[in-house]
């Protein structure tokens, strides 16, 4: 019988409570929560994208993002606006406030997402990312 320490559920759901409060903690100064992070990080990437398009590709369903948009907007991290070609199309733009913390807060993540993956030496850091992403699909 395998030891419950070895199921890989009990295991990625340890890791990802470890990663996740490392992310919370450091986000906390921002006002973000970790998902919310991860919502701006995409947008410094790919600003403009509508809300649709956002949750493809951050694997967040519409009622998840919906909720996480609104505290983003109520936050004065982003604005939601209907598109001109097509009004039920959301589209999302970042505000002053998220430009002016741009390069503090893409330090910040770089910073922790190294410290989470400080115990492992580049080759492992790599081929983790890669198998974790290989188990996704």
């Given at each position: 019988?395998?030891?419950?320490?070895?199921?890989?559920?009990?295991v990625?759901?340890?890791?990802?409570?470890?990663?996740?409060a490392?992310?919370?903690?450091?986000?906390?100064?921002?006002?973000?929560?970790?998902?919310?992070a991860?919502?701006?990080?995409?947008?410094?990437?790919?600003?403009?994208?509508?809300?649709?398009?956002?949750?493809?590709r951050?694997?967040?369903?519409?009622a998840?993002?919906?909720?996480?948009?609104?505290?983003?907007?109520?936050?004065?991290?982003?604005v939601?606006?209907?598109?001109?070609?097509?009004?039920r199309?959301?589209?999302?733009q970042?505000?002053?406030k998220?430009?002016?913390f741009?390069?503090?807060?893409l330090?910040?993540?770089?910073?922790?997402?190294?410290?989470?993956?400080?115990?492992?030496?580049?080759?492992?850091?790599?081929?983790?990312?890669?198998?974790l992403?290989?188990?996704?699909?």
């Amino acid at each position: 019988m395998i030891n419950y320490n070895d199921v890989i559920l009990f295991v990625l759901s340890k890791a990802n409570q470890r990663a996740y409060a490392m992310f919370k903690s450091k986000l906390q100064p921002f006002g973000l929560t970790p998902i919310q992070a991860l919502v701006l990080h995409a947008l410094y990437g790919e600003e403009g994208l509508s809300a649709g398009e956002l949750g493809k590709r951050l694997v967040l369903d519409s009622a998840t993002l919906s909720g996480v948009l609104d505290r983003m907007a109520d936050g004065g991290w982003i604005v939601k606006s209907a598109a001109k070609e097509d009004r039920r199309v959301l589209n999302i733009q970042l505000t002053e406030k998220s430009h002016s913390f741009r390069d503090n807060f893409l330090k910040e993540i770089m910073n922790v997402n190294h410290e989470v993956l400080s115990i492992f030496n580049t080759e492992e850091r790599l081929l983790l990312i890669r198998m974790l992403k290989d188990l996704r699909k």
